[in-house]
């Protein structure tokens, strides 16, 4: 069973920066397509990020971002430690919320819910001074 396991959460002030972890246990998360959402208080869940899963040398990982956060968030993978992450930095109010990891299979990298097979709890990130 798929089971994903966010960390890195917590309360930053406006322009700081936080680096959130989207860890799994029993398989590799070199063999799904990785996505980041995240659900403010009272709106619907939405895309931040995706990074692809990764096939050969010549064809490998390719990575979208919503336009919101572009620019400022960076998300990449660590084979080694099984870890996708996703590093915030410049972090705005509009920021804040809780922060899920989704897994899917395939190469597929889009910022779609119904895309998503697997999904984390969650994680709060929380932007204020």
């Known amino acids: 069973q798929v089971q994903l396991v966010e960390s890195g959460g917590g309360l930053v002030q406006p322009g700081g920066s936080l680096r959130l972890s989207c860890a799994a246990s029993a398989f590799s ?3 799904y397509t990785i ?12 895309g931040v990020s995706c990074i692809s899963r990764g096939t050969t040398i010549l064809y490998g990982y390719y990575a979208n971002y919503a336009d919101s956060v572009k620019g400022r968030f960076t998300i990449s993978r660590d084979n080694a430690n099984n870890t996708v992450y996703l590093q915030m930095k410049s972090l705005k109010p509009e920021d804040t919320g809780v922060y899920y990891c ?5 190469r597929r990298c889009v ?8 999904w984390g709890q969650g994680t709060q990130v929380t932007v204020s001074s």
């Open 35 to 46: 996505g980041w959402f995240r659900q403010a208080p009272g709106k619907e869940r939405e």
């Open 111 to 118: 910022l779609l819910e119904p895309t998503y097979d697997y």
């Open 102 to 106: 989704a897994a899917v299979g395939g």
């Open 29 to 31: 998360l070199d063999y």
